[in-house]
């Protein structure tokens, strides 16, 4: 069994897969509270699919990229999950997530873009096959400085029209494609780290000034 969840955007999405399909998925889109949606989130998928964590097999989860809040919740709980259960963790990047259901869906069918949202007025990007294949990226940037033509897909194009004027579904991710991005092996896994790209916002405070 299983467990994918990913919380490097706005949507909190959790799925459980039993290696041949999806039994159950939560969805919820909602910026500002991944630390309070994940976990009942992922109780409510095992409660309904008739598990425990016990039965789990394996964990998946989005890298990012993302904003640093969000991103934090859902690598640190998949890194507890994984060690108290002593089972594997596969990280993911989210934008492949995205491509992979891009895909699966027919929403593209030749090259494209996914752009999610990166705040401070840009985007994360990265450029796809028609396939579904990371030609290029992730990347940081405004999005006026990557403007394009081609479908994009993910929430930048929502937010960014003008710059990105042809977008497709999806807006956000779905653990159930990032589970079988795993099950499947669809695009390169890493170690359960953040992929950030940038600083976080908070930085330690540097050495106090000595007093004159």
């Excluded at 919820?28 to 016990?54: F, N, Y």
């Excluded at 929403?107 to 985007?123: I, L, N, Q």
């Excluded at 929502?158 to 779905?174: A, I, K, M, Q, R």
């Excluded at 992929?195 to 405070?205: Q, S, T, W």
Aim: glycine share 8%.
């Amino acid at each position: 069994m299983l467990l994918a969840f990913d919380t490097a955007t706005p949507a909190v999405t959790v799925a459980l897969h039993d290696g041949e399909r999806v039994l159950v998925e939560s969805t919820t889109v909602d910026a500002r509270r991944h630390g309070e949606l994940l976990a009942p989130a992922i109780a409510t998928v095992l409660s309904e699919a008739g598990i425990v964590r016990q039965d789990l097999t394996a964990i998946a989860v989005g890298v990012g990229p993302g904003p640093f809040t969000g991103l934090r919740v859902g690598l640190v709980t998949a890194r507890t999950l994984a060690a108290v259960l002593e089972i594997p963790v596969y990280g993911v990047c989210t934008l492949d997530v995205l491509a992979v259901d891009a895909v699966d869906t027919g929403a593209v069918t030749g090259p494209f873009v996914v752009a999610t949202d990166a705040r401070r007025k840009e985007v994360y990007w990265a450029a796809y096959d028609a396939s579904g294949v990371r030609l290029d990226g992730p990347h940081v940037a405004k999005p006026a400085s990557v403007a394009t033509e081609v479908p994009v897909a993910g929430q930048g194009a929502v937010l960014y029209p003008t710059d990105f004027p042809n977008p497709v579904g999806p807006e956000h991710p779905s653990a159930s494609a990032l589970a079988r991005v795993v099950t499947d092996e669809r695009a390169e896994l890493y170690d359960p780290d953040p992929m950030y790209l940038r600083r976080p916002d908070v930085a330690e405070p540097g050495k106090p000034k000595r007093v004159s």
